[in-house]
């Protein structure tokens, strides 16, 4: 007699169903991380001042400093700048400091230029170039027949007075225009700067010389002259060059700026570098 096997029960597999609300959750978990990030912003922008210092102090002395070197600020929270007395003590430490060419906050730009100090110096030299001129004058009566006039090129000496140097069309220099070259000479050659003696002319046209252009060279080479023949200065630091009309002191066809303009000009020449010499002017200014 057979005995009947026990059936096996089939386990009923319960379908899965599609849960419509699942996004709820990653949505409210995105916004509690938002949450959680603006909190901490938050708390990040409101620094206790006190326990800022604390810190900083504390870290400094952890890491064997006298005094505030790590954190190193203002009392302003988290500004980057340094107190004023810091700033006044340690401006070579300073992040934004001049010398780098970066600026420097409450500073005088340039003050640390090297082309700036030089020029001032530069200036100064030339200064005093002037005073001793314009003592050398003085003593003889002679300072109103004289100008002087600071360029990007360094000194310039105008004789300049009316007819007193060169009458017109003319390139002899009168006994007033021999002594002021003679006073002039002294300190000429007691510097080592080169000189270019420069000729101008009024713009009325000559029937002595061909052109202006003649007529300026002789008067600047009868200044020349005097200088190298009469008070012995070095030729070889001297030169002479004609500008015929192209370069007036005063425009006009008056008589006194065509009088003016019959000048010789006495450049004294800087050594400086260029952008040195681009200073001057602005310094004497």
Known sequence: ??????????????EEHDNAERWLISYSDMITVLMALFIVLFAISQVDQDKYVALRQSLAAGFGGGGPAVLD????????LKPESDQATDSTSSLVDGDRGLGSQGSDPGRDDPNLAAAKVE??????IREAMAQALAEQGLSEDVTFRVSERGLIVGLVANDVFFAAESAVLTPTANQVVDALAPTLASISEEISVEGHASNIPTARY???????????SKVLRHLVEINH???????????????????????????ANRRVDVVILSAAPEAVRALLPALSG
């Open 123 to 128: 200036l100064a030299h030339l200064d005093a």
């Open 73 to 80: 600020g203002s009392t302003g929270p988290l500004d980057g």
């Open 210 to 220: 061909p052109t202006n252009w003649e007529l300026s060279s002789d008067r600047a």
């Open 233 to 259: 200065l070095p030729g070889t630091r001297l030169s002479a060059v004609g500008f015929g009309d192209t370069r007036p002191l005063e425009p006009g066809s008056d008589e006194a700026s065509l009088a």
């Open 1 to 14: 007699m057979s005995v009947p096997t026990p059936r096996r029960r089939r386990r009923q597999v319960e």
